[in-house]
């Protein structure tokens, strides 16, 4: 069976390499999240304490567009962080 492991971070980056799994190297490992909306309207961020199948929302990006950071920066910003595809 083998052991259960969890493991939890905000790095974008590593939830893509698990989801690539070049190599084989992620067999058996699946990502999850928390539930996040953004409330567009008002700006707000909510976490609804329930585990979901994929890559999570960054509260990074989130909290950059509620202060008002322009679309085009941010998306330069995480290109430069390698938090998503450069195409």
């Known amino acids: 069976m083998g ?12 939830a893509n390499e698990i989801e690539k799994n070049e190599g084989n190297n992620y067999n058996g490992v699946s990502n999850v999240q ?8 008002k700006g707000q961020v909510m976490f609804h304490y329930t585990v979901i199948p994929g890559i999570g929302k960054s509260i990074g990006e989130a909290c950059a567009r509620s202060a008002g ?8 910003l995480l290109r430069g962080r390698d938090y998503i595809p450069t195409h």
Request: proline letters at 0%.
């Open 3 to 14: 052991s259960a492991f969890t493991m939890t971070t905000q790095d974008r980056r590593v």
């Open 69 to 76: 950071m322009d679309e085009e920066s941010l998306r330069s």
């Open 34 to 41: 928390m539930r996040c909306d953004i409330n567009n309207g």
